[in-house]
């Protein structure tokens, strides 16, 4: 049906945004949240947005599968939030993100249903001091780029307001 690119800094307004555009889809809708609970806050941080969510959405935690996760759940809009958080897992994990994106693009061009990604614009900032936040900040962009490249509409949140970039 459609992907949706929804990018911005640090508590810029991407999930609320995305949330709202998932809602005005009629139908299932799911949220596929790649966070993992791996201290205490990061555990209060996943529960709060839960609550926020509510009922509207079915949530699947998945933070490397997406692909499959695309192929197999049936939907009318997915929100995947976030991107840049799923790129760090797979660093982490030593996983060949290359491929994993590869994987990522052909699922989301094949998704019956429309898919919003949420991601974080993390290459406006200073450089990093070390080769590993370098690292991540180049594949976020270029992650964010392929994404955008397949997308039927891309947006920038600046200040909780969204800009159309396509």
Known sequence: ????LI???????KSRYA?????SIEGRRVFVATAEP???????RIARHKADRGAEFETIEEPFHLAGVMLEAKFDAMVIDCL???LSNLICANKNSDLEIDALLA???AARGTVLFVTNEVGSGIVPDNALAREFRDRAG???QRVAAIAREVYFMAFGQPLRVK
């Open 1 to 4: 049906m459609a992907v949706i």
């Open 38 to 44: 791996l201290d205490d806050e990061m555990a209060s």
């Open 7 to 13: 990018g911005g800094g640090a508590r810029s307004g």
């Open 19 to 23: 949330l709202q555009k998932a809602l």
């Open 142 to 144: 270029i992650l964010n």
């Open 107 to 109: 699922a989301a061009q």
């Open 84 to 86: 840049t958080l799923w």
